[in-house]
């Protein structure tokens, strides 16, 4: 799967995605620090990435109807995670294979204890 990495994540994000075997690709290198959210949803919805973020705004699924996309990925932690937390809950869903191939066409919401998939 190939991965598009919100501003909102630790830089080392990719580092962990590539360790798992997906392509990732971070925001922060190719847009400026104020690009909208939704340039971000277009660009990942023209490029068949799936988004991994911790911008509850995407998780907004009248904004960005998860079926229009590879994916959305949300991690639902506390504002004050250090990266290591957010590394950790985003590595519980990369190493359970059945979880990235359902992602495709879904809001998946990440925290650390479960991850619940919109829609359905």
Known sequence: ???????????????????????S???????P???????????ARQNGLA????DFDFS??????PADYRGIM?????????????LKALESFLAQPHWVERLSGRLAIVELWRVRFRPA
Do not use: K, W
């Not at 690709?25 to 847009?31: G, Y």
């Not at 988004?51 to 911790?54: A, D, E, M, Y």
């Open 1 to 23: 799967m190939r991965f598009l990495i919100d501003a909102s994540m630790p830089r080392s994000t990719g580092e962990l995605i590539r360790r798992h075997g997906h392509e």
């Open 25 to 31: 690709l971070d925001v922060r290198d190719i847009m």
């Open 33 to 43: 620090g104020s690009t909208p959210d939704e340039d971000i949803a277009r660009y």
């Open 51 to 54: 988004l991994v973020t911790r």
């Open 60 to 65: 907004n699924i009248r904004n960005y109807p």
């Open 74 to 86: 949300v991690l639902d932690l506390p504002d004050d995670a250090v990266a290591a937390v957010v």
